[in-house]
């Protein structure tokens, strides 16, 4: 089983984006700013979902990880830390799913 992890790409990411834009294509993601990192997030999701519901496991693995980058990605490009997920994340474990999704606010 592979040891890398989440916080192992976030590291990755981090070094990519302080490098030039022809080298990397993070850089060249973050270079076209959040609102384009966000569309491509989204375009992630949507074949994340196709895999799952066509039931491939192999492509829903493939997808899953580009969804997972693609995240990390927009993250980086509003300056949020991996950190600042998993602290909300931790939060939300002081109660039920149902409880924490009824205490959110309402637009």
Do not use: P, Q, W
């Given at each position: 089983?592979?040891?890398?992890?989440?916080?192992?790409?976030?590291?990755?990411?981090?070094a990519r984006a302080a490098t030039g834009g022809e080298?990397?294509?993070?850089?060249?993601?973050l270079d076209k700013g959040a609102e384009h990192c966000?569309?491509?997030?989204?375009?992630?999701?949507?074949?994340?979902?196709?895999?799952?519901?066509?039931?491939?496991?192999?492509?829903?693995?493939?997808?899953?990880?580009?969804?997972?980058?693609?995240?990390?990605?927009?993250?980086?490009?509003?300056?949020?830390?991996?950190?600042?997920?998993?602290?909300?994340?931790?939060?939300?474990?002081?109660?039920s799913g149902l409880e924490e999704k009824a205490s959110?606010?309402?637009?």
């Amino acid at each position: 089983m592979s040891r890398f992890t989440v916080h192992d790409l976030a590291a990755t990411i981090d070094a990519r984006a302080a490098t030039g834009g022809e080298a990397s294509y993070t850089r060249k993601l973050l270079d076209k700013g959040a609102e384009h990192c966000a569309k491509k997030l989204g375009e992630e999701a949507v074949e994340t979902v196709i895999a799952a519901v066509e039931n491939d496991r192999d492509h829903l693995i493939a997808e899953s990880a580009d969804l997972v980058f693609h995240l990390l990605v927009l993250l980086k490009s509003r300056g949020v830390k991996l950190e600042d997920v998993e602290a909300a994340l931790e939060k939300r474990t002081t109660m039920s799913g149902l409880e924490e999704k009824a205490s959110r606010k309402r637009d």
